[in-house]
């Protein structure tokens, strides 16, 4: 028989911390994946995704540029030099029948010149998915329809965005010139992120006397201006190569300067990891080196190189724009934002028709687009932003 001692009573209970449910937007976060917290990161920057739909809507021009374009590059009528833009109407006496006004030749008392001008008695009819100039689509398909363009053959072109001093068509030029300067960006940016996460892996992995030879290799090429290097090495391109061959040659000069700010944001990623214990883990578990650096390192950041590559396709796309205004790029017939602008460089020719500059503002909604987007993804892709 036990006693209780007087004054003594149950034992107290143990004091616990009141266990709170977790939130689920936090629960959500913690077992997401990389991507998904950059994708959730990207869709708070209103910006970004705006830019970022512009981008896909000029690539996706890019891809059906024979298509959109109401001429092929080439057509042109030289009966209509300069001709100014032509407003699209959609409506006619209240029904539904799209058209724009035909030209009309003036003189200027006083310079005796000839200058078109919009006649509104005129009308030309205008048609959706009309037959027109033969193209291959993506290459490879044989076809004549147009998203748009003049219907029937009365001899009187559209010009919406006006005509060039050949009488080319401005908005099919700039569609079709969208092919080959966003490409030169792709296959540029592609050329520098093989240099830059190579090169700069291998810096920042090894460091010594390796990390030093490339970090010495980077500043050499830092230290040259850019255009005179451009230059140098473009010169060195054979004067009768084809179009297609100084297309190539174009993007990789381009190239071997736009690695090294790819190669020094690979390095420092690689040592800031390097010491990591999934890395330690890897090298204890016999992999190889390379496996190592691209297997197990790489993807830890991968989403801060595609954040980085979207910036540096404005800088190719602005590269190959001023070698081609220079006459050190591509050269007609070949259709580039940069050889549309070489026609720019008639001071009389840019105050008599000032349309012919569109294409250069085709570069500036480009690279802003893609700048803007590019920072949307560099913000959502840094973990230690608030």
Known sequence: MTQQLPGAGAAPALETEPVTAVDGDDQRIAVASQWKLVWWGFKRHRLAVICGIITLFIYLVAMFAPFLAPYNAGTHNSEYTYAPPQRLHLFDDGSFSPHVNGYTLEQDPETLALTFELDENTKVPVGFLVRGDEYKLFGLITWDRHLIGPKGDNGTPMY???????????????????????????????????????????????????????????????????????????????????????????????????????????????????????????????????????????????????????????????????????????????????????????????????????????????????????????????PYKN
Do not use: C
């Open 160 to 382: 919406l965005l006006g005509a060039d001093s050949n009488g080319r068509d401005m908005l099919s030029r700039i569609i079709h010139g969208t092919t080959i300067s966003m490409s030169i960006g792709l296959v540029g940016v592609f050329l520098s992120l093989l240099l830059g996460v190579v090169l700069g892996g291998v810096s920042g992995y090894f460091g010594g006397k390796i990390d030093n030879a490339i970090q010495r290799l980077i500043e050499f090429i830092i230290a040259i201006p850019t255009i005179p290097l451009w230059m140098a090495l473009f010169a060195a391109v054979p004067a009768n190569w084809g179009q297609v061959q100084r297309y190539l040659a174009l993007t990789v000069v381009i190239s071997l300067v736009g690695w090294v700010g790819m190669a020094r944001e690979v390095r420092g990623k690689f040592f800031a990891v390097k010491g990591d214990e999934y890395v330690t883990a890897a090298i204890a578990d016999g992999a190889s080196q390379g496996r190592v650096m691209f297997r197990h390192m790489l993807p830890s950041f991968t989403s801060h190189i595609i954040a980085n590559l979207s910036l540096s396709i404005p800088t190719i796309i602005l590269a190959e724009t001023a070698l081609s205004f220079i006459g050190l790029g591509l050269q007609t017939p070949t259709v580039s934002w940069g050889v549309l602008l070489q026609e720019a460089q008639n001071i009389r020719a840019v105050s008599t028709a000032p349309w012919i500059l569109l294409p250069g503002v085709a570069v500036v909604i480009t690279v802003l687009a893609m700048n803007f987007f590019g920072d949307g993804l560099r913000d959502a892709a840094d």
